[in-house]
């Protein structure tokens, strides 16, 4: 009887703590933290955050060195260039030359631009065509035809051209090389043209390059010209003419140049050394090979070395950047170098441009690039594989990354049923493959992370997420399902003392 009195106090004492500790949690709004069950996580606040999710572990994970800087599309990229075809090897061409075999007849030839970027015709051989325009090349072949034919008569056409192309790849239906058929021609059109892509595509990206290394460059580029078939500035002026242009600048000015300089319309004074520079080629722009130096002003940058294209770039080779040009003025760099520090002699100049697909979709013309000839066009796919969980998970396994959306480590918890009973969730284990046949792993806190006090973090095809627990979680699931509530609430009472709590159970007597 004593014991049971005892056991009736204390339960009564219980229950009123217990009753006050409600008292207080509902008196306070119930604003806080499970702390009989830690793998309940979240934030609970009534203020609202925002927090970056991690795209890549700094602690395990190298930053790759870029091999170019990635910019949103600039104002230059949207205009359309005036494009001047220029021959490339595989271009079908065709020649006609009057009485070049037979007086009074029309001698017609086809032929395909060879590798070595030369056509060969009747009588001439073989003349140099790709990187050339079609007025260029009727004017090289009326130049070799000076001595045999008076007063030539040449006319050359395009049978087949291979030189407006442009490459796209990555998540559309149709990849491979497509033409250009108009100097506006856009990604848009592009990615119409190749079938389409995924309504889920974030970004779409376009690749320019231009070739520094003479070793990477096409035959036909790496060509010597001989002195006598330059023209323009490539050509060796002559005295007369040299003399001609300090006469022009004294009548216009009333003042001598000084030694060793020139004049001409489009820059008053420029050096004689820079005179015979030979041009160099063009990027991105309209025309895959370098313009004549004719039609370049002798202050070009073509003249000092620089690459130009015609959307407003020209690559700075002390630099290593490329530059935008206004008039001629050199304005603030745009790109970072291409290269590591380390890397003195790179072999391409890359221009990458990236265009947020999802904006461009829903109308913002501002991101329509114009497509330049050999423009790489890269439209980047979601990520696809398998990311793994396991430990105090309610559901381990394998799961697949969405194909709409990323998912991160607070999303993988959820969609694998939440942390199991004993789960701590400040002990997590994230391996991650870092290399080929190398992989890193990290602690992190997933409470943290749910309380917004650390960043989310980006899972990416083959991670492997532990979920840890540690001595004190079997003790604190132990206490927690000493607890049940029905209709109200009540403890556990351990068999043995039933009778001297509650008295003995009834029998039924049979007579």
């Excluded at 979920?467 to 607890?483: E, K, S």
Aim: aromatic share 6%; charged share 25%; hydrophobic share 40%.
């Amino acid at each position: 009887m004593i014991i049971r009195n005892q056991l009736t106090s204390l339960m009564v004492r219980s229950l009123a703590l217990f009753g006050m500790l409600m008292g207080f949690v509902v008196s306070s709004g119930c604003e806080v933290d499970n702390y009989m069950d830690p793998s309940k996580t979240g934030y609970f606040e009534f203020a609202p955050t925002t927090i970056p999710v991690l795209d890549r572990l700094d602690v395990v994970e190298v930053d790759e060195l870029p091999f170019g800087e990635i910019t949103e599309p600039n104002p230059e990229d949207l205009v359309p260039s005036s494009l001047v075809y220029r021959l490339a090897p595989g271009d079908v061409v065709k020649c006609e030359i009057y009485e070049l075999v037979s007086a009074g007849q029309m001698d017609i030839s086809v032929r395909i631009v060879d590798q070595a970027g030369q056509i060969r015709l009747p009588t001439l051989g073989d003349v140099p065509a790709a990187g050339l325009s079609l007025e260029e090349l009727q004017k090289e072949i009326e130049d070799r035809l000076q001595g045999l034919i008076n007063d030539p008569l040449v006319t050359v056409a395009i049978e087949s051209g291979r030189s407006f192309q442009f490459t796209i790849y990555g998540s559309v239906s149709g990849t491979g090389m497509y033409s250009l058929d108009r100097p506006d021609f856009r990604v848009m059109n592009a990615l119409a043209l190749a079938g389409g892509t995924m309504s889920t595509t974030q970004y779409v990206y376009i690749i320019r390059e231009l070739a520094l290394n003479e070793l990477v460059k096409p035959a036909f580029d790496r060509r010597e010209k001989d002195p006598g078939e330059a023209s323009g500035t490539d050509a060796p002026k002559t005295d007369a003419e040299i003399e001609a242009l300090i006469n022009q600048l004294q009548s216009e000015d009333g003042a001598a140049p000084s030694p060793g300089m020139v004049a001409s319309q489009d820059d008053p004074l420029v050096d004689l050394d820079d005179v015979e520079s030979a041009p160099t080629p063009v990027a991105d722009g309209g025309s895959q090979a370098a313009k004549k130096a004719d039609d370049k002003p002798a202050s070009s940058p073509a003249s000092t070395g620089a690459a130009v294209s015609s959307s407003g770039y020209r690559y700075d080779e002390e630099k290593r950047a490329w530059v935008a040009v206004d008039g001629g003025e050199e304005e603030e760099d745009v790109l970072l170098p291409i290269a590591g520090e380390e890397d003195t002699s790179p072999s391409y100049a890359t221009r990458i441009i990236r265009v947020d697909y999802q904006r461009l979709a829903r109308g913002d013309s501002n991101l329509n690039v114009v497509i330049r000839p050999s423009d790489r066009i890269y439209v980047a796919p979601p990520l696809t594989g398998v990311v793994y969980v396991d430990g105090e998970i309610a559901r381990p396994g394998v799961y697949a990354l969405p194909t709409t959306g990323r998912l991160t480590l607070s999303r993988l918890v959820s969609a694998a049923g939440g942390l199991g009973p004993i789960a701590i969730p400040e002990r997590v284990d994230m391996v991650r493959v870092v290399a080929p046949e190398r992989e890193a792993a990290v602690r992190v806190n997933l409470s943290a992370i749910r309380s917004r006090s650390e960043p989310d973090i980006y899972l990416q095809p083959d991670d492997h997420v532990i979920i840890g627990t540690n001595f004190w979680a079997q003790p604190l699931a132990v206490v927690r399902n000493g607890f049940r509530a029905s209709y109200g609430f009540g403890f556990l009472l351990d068999r043995n003392f039933g009778n001297d709590v509650f008295g003995a159970p009834p029998v039924n007597f049979v007579r």
